[in-house]
């Protein structure tokens, strides 16, 4: 099968520091890849330089073989890629309704007939049907990220990229999230997600990519990963994980 | 002669004040003009010294420094009196507005830029990441949001356009300073710059309010 995500040889560096020192990636289309790694390892870095949010310094990055350094590509990129963040960023002067159903209007040409329609399907889907008509800062973090996913899905995007969705959650939400983002993967949308929830890379992942100082150590299926890892900074990442 | 025939007579007010009122009807017309054209111009500068490359966003850049540091009344008489000289004779009218906008839309486009900046940038983020084209991203997620956070300052810079338009006497515009300096000597009585003045806190007082309250209540939320 064709990848719809190819990652060679990235380099990304913020003034003399690397954060990605040779990122070699290529996901399939349909496939889950969770990336895990330490904090600062360049987990952000990697999945933002996909759609641009920072731009890499060399190496290429092709989506479904559009180029992400050249202009004219990178803004069907970002109209086929969606992107879920650890913060939400939901529009907080625009109602629930309105965050998901603005991007299908002004980007793909629905009427607002069409893309609310659309929303209300998807907003019902993630179980905020009750919710439309209330404004981001109404909603408790959990709905907030629901909404968020909402969004992204209603571009229908060729694939989905999440930083760390639920790492800004009490931890009595981060169910919620996880199980709507578990539901999406069984639909065979292409996801690269960002946790650091290890039951959830278990559970979802068609592979597990470990990323430490700006580059990919170990990648394999899940039960590759964690109870086989062979590279030594994996062990102990996983030992660090599992005593906490 | 008492205080009151001196400074308050009211035979006087009432004598002058249709004067005062035509006066006030420019004055509001020149104000509220400048402050429109200054808050487009103010938008474009903003935007420029913000997003555009590098020889515009220099030029934007220099236009804000030097149209904050010119005194208005200069600026004034030099577009009145001075460009003449070159062949460009501009009504008083068109001077003020001209003066007064030039002005503050240099405020204008800072205050902006302010707010643009004050957003979090994950708004930016979330827009670009959706696809949204520059202008749209714009549109509909930056600016309602970076002009709500401004209003207060903006307010306040659309109180010192209103009474700067005052300046506008001197290039013999018909405002309500004008009018009431007028009427003064035509009456050899003082009441109808009592008079003015007092419309012009008519007018403005409730604005200043409105921005201490506004001021006062994001103050008491970010707190
Ligand atoms: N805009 C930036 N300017 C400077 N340094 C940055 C910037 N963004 C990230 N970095 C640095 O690059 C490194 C990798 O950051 P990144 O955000 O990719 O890490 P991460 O793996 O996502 O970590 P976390 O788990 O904490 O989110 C970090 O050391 C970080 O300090
Ligand atoms: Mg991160």
């Known amino acids: 099968m064709a990848a719809i995500l190819e990652i060679r040889d990235v380099h990304k560096s913020f003034g003399r520091f690397k954060a990605l020192d040779g990122v070699d990636l290529n996901v399939e289309e349909g496939e889950v890849v969770v990336v895990v790694g330490r904090s600062g390892s360049g987990k952000s870095t990697l999945i933002r330089c996909i759609n641009q949010l920072e731009a890499h310094d060399s190496g290429l990055i092709l989506v479904d073989g559009l180029d992400a350094s050249r202009p004219r590509d990178l803004r069907r990129i970002r109209i086929e890629t969606g992107m879920v963040f650890q913060s939400f960023n939901l529009f907080p002067h625009m109602s629930v309704l309105r965050n998901v159903a603005l991007a299908p209007v002004r980007v793909r040409g629905l009427s607002w007939a069409e893309a609310n329609g659309r929303a209300r399907k998807l907003l019902e889907r993630v179980g905020l049907a009750e919710q439309i008509d209330k404004y981001p800062g109404q909603l408790s973090g959990g709905q907030q990220q629901r909404v968020g996913i909402a969004r992204a899905l209603a571009m229908e995007p060729k694939v989905l990229l999440f930083d760390e969705p639920t790492s800004a959650l009490d931890p009595e939400m981060v169910g919620e999230v996880l199980e709507v983002i578990q539901q999406l993967a069984r639909t065979g949308v292409t996801m690269v997600v960002v946790t650091h929830e290890m039951g959830f890379a278990r559970r979802v992942a068609h592979r597990v990519a470990f990323i430490d100082a700006g580059r990919i150590v170990e990648i394999g299926p899940p039960n590759a990963i964690f109870d086989a890892p062979r590279d030594q900074r994996l062990q102990t990442f996983l030992k660090a994980i599992l005593s906490n | ?223």
Not at chain 2, 12 to 30: D, I, N, S
Not at chain 2, 171 to 195: F, S
């Open chain 2, 1 to 223: 002669m008492s205080i009151f025939d001196t400074f308050l007579n009211w035979k006087v007010f009432v004598e002058t004040l249709p004067l005062l009122l035509m006066g006030l009807w420019v004055t509001v017309g020149l104000g509220m003009a400048a402050i429109a054209l200054g808050a487009a111009g103010g938008l474009l500068l903003a935007l420029l010294r913000l997003y555009a490359p590098q020889p515009l966003r220099w030029i934007a850049v220099a236009y804000i420094n030097v149209f904050r540091a010119i005194p208005l009344l200069v600026l004034l008489i030099v577009i009145y009196y001075a460009l003449p000289f070159v062949g460009l004779r501009l009504t008083s009218y068109t001077s003020a507005t001209l003066a007064l906008s030039l002005v503050s839309a240099a405020y204008s486009a800072e205050i902006l830029r302010a707010g643009i900046e004050g957003l979090p940038r994950g708004q930016s983020e979330a827009a670009r990441a959706l696809g949204l084209s520059p202008l749209r991203q714009m549109t509909d997620v930056i600016l309602p949001q970076a002009v709500k956070l401004v209003i207060p300052p903006l307010t306040s810079n659309a109180i010192n356009v209103m009474k700067d338009t005052s300046l506008a006497s001197v290039v013999a515009m018909p405002d309500l300073l004008k009018q009431a300096t007028q009427a003064q000597a035509l009456a050899a009585n003082p009441t109808p710059l009592i008079g003015a003045a007092l419309i012009y806190l008519l007018l403005l007082l409730p604005f200043v309010n409105l921005v201490g309250f506004a001021e006062s209540r994001l103050g008491r939320r970010t707190r």
